[in-house]
């Protein structure tokens, strides 16, 4: 078995091959007595004497941190809270207004949804010739010129696993004068990052998905040091201000990372959040990403082997895939709620692609095996045409 693999430190139901990762990562054993005992002990025997007693308002910036170890960048550069929606509108927003001269808002067609809808709703509300330009990945490059103000990218794409360059890109990027918004929601404890490194401008993240901190978790933003005293944040909440509790009725940002906090935190999620991050304070992302592309290259090989009604829709070359790997088929959505059905699960997403997330931590070789087995049995043998498993539901 490899180094990474510690799946006897997850909970997982016995007998499910976990290949959805990606979008929901599962609870560490015994993280229930994390939040049992902030009710119980803090929120319980301490009431409002837990903000000071239990550090619940330094917990955005002591998880923050631990971030930061996970991208490769400075501690007080992150800050976590809100959703990745939210935190995307605060990059965006706040990148902008560093370049007034330039009124284009560049991103890939294909990006996730709310990433676009974000970008229109904020372009829509500054009421003057900006403009949000989307493009297919290929034509990212050249479509930089002049006016290009800020790229928002999302590192790794969320169907197809298609990873971009995220070196080459910030540089072409920064070449031309423009700021970067990385989002990393499906790279963020999924391949190593060095964004410090990078000279990245911004990252934001989700922490539900390979960071496993539970549904709802809170999201993250990451400033460049540099740009933290440049920028300013538009969505102005009171724990943005520099002094919170002197209550005063001029907003003046925080001079640090916690310019880009918004309100009360949620603790009890941030709590569970901050105990998940604790399997990466001492993991070799390197290692991770080995095993992930070893699992992957072998799932892809034998899947085109036994199951040639799929096709790949990932990158051949693991270079240039992230963690997941992703099929389509006209009859996707059966075909995954069959494998479902037999304790195999993955997701689906529209309008025809089967997805799965390689998680080296609790996924093995032998898990990769089996899972092929049953898709090959499910397609030759047609198992997925039947009416329970063609009925979508509502998340898919
Ligand atoms: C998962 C994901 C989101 C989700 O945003 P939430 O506000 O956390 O619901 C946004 N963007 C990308 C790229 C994602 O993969």
Known sequence: MNSIYRKSLFNIPSGMIYLDGNSLGPPLKGIESISEDVIAKEWGGKLIKGWNESNWMEQPITVGNKIANVIGVDKGSVVAGDTL??????????????????HIILTDIDNFPSDIYIAEGLVDSLNSNFELKKVKRNELISSLNEQVNTVLLTHVDYRTGSMFDLDTITNKIHQNGSTIIWDLAHSAGAVPLNLKANNCDFAVGCTYKYLNGGPGAPAFIYVRPDLIEKC????????????????????EKSPSIEMMRVGTPPVIQMSILEKSLDIFRDLDLHKLREESIKLSDLFINMVEQTCSDLHLESPIKSSERGSQVSFSHPSGYAIMQALIDRNIVGDFRAPNIIRFGITPLYISQEDIIRTVEVLKDILSNRLWDTPAYLNRKKVT
């Open 85 to 102: 929606s939210i935190k995307t509108y605060q990059a965006l927003a706040a990148a902008i207004k560093l370049n007034s001269k330039r």
């Open 232 to 251: 300013y944040p538009i969505i102005r909440g009171w724990l943005g201000h520099k002094a919170p509790f002197d209550f005063n009725n001029t907003f």
